[in-house]
Nanobody
């Protein structure tokens, strides 16, 4: 079992910044992909960013996140962060963290709300 807990959401004005964190615990030895997804009201959950192969981190971004968001991982602390800058109203969504293992499958957190509004 893998436990995933997100934190750091909140209300921010357009153009502002916000940093999300994801703490992963439990049977994490086989986790090789960690990522962020988001779901806006009335829309399907969509990919935001991920780090593939935790030992040799390679970040992948959705087009909507490129140039504005930065995903990073602290291997020692088993945490995944998402630094978001130049936020837009369309970034408003519940952001979910995911940790995936080829042996155990994918685990999700409960989500954290990000609201971009003036």
């Amino acid at each position: 079992q893998v436990q995933v807990v997100e934190s750091g959401g909140g209300l921010v004005q357009p153009g502002g910044s916000l940093r999300l964190s994801c703490a992963v615990s439990g049977d994490t030895a086989t986790v090789n992909v960690m990522g962020w997804y988001r779901q806006a009201p009335g829309k399907q959950r969509e990919f935001v960013a991920s780090i593939v192969d935790i030992t040799r981190p390679e970040a992948v971004y959705a087009d909507s996140a490129k140039g504005r968001f930065t995903v990073s991982k602290d291997i020692a602390k088993n945490t995944l962060s998402l630094q978001m800058t130049s936020l837009k109203t369309e970034d408003t969504a519940v952001y979910f963290c995911s940790a995936s293992s080829p042996l155990l499958g994918a685990y999700w957190g409960q989500g954290t709300q990000v609201t971009v509004s003036s």
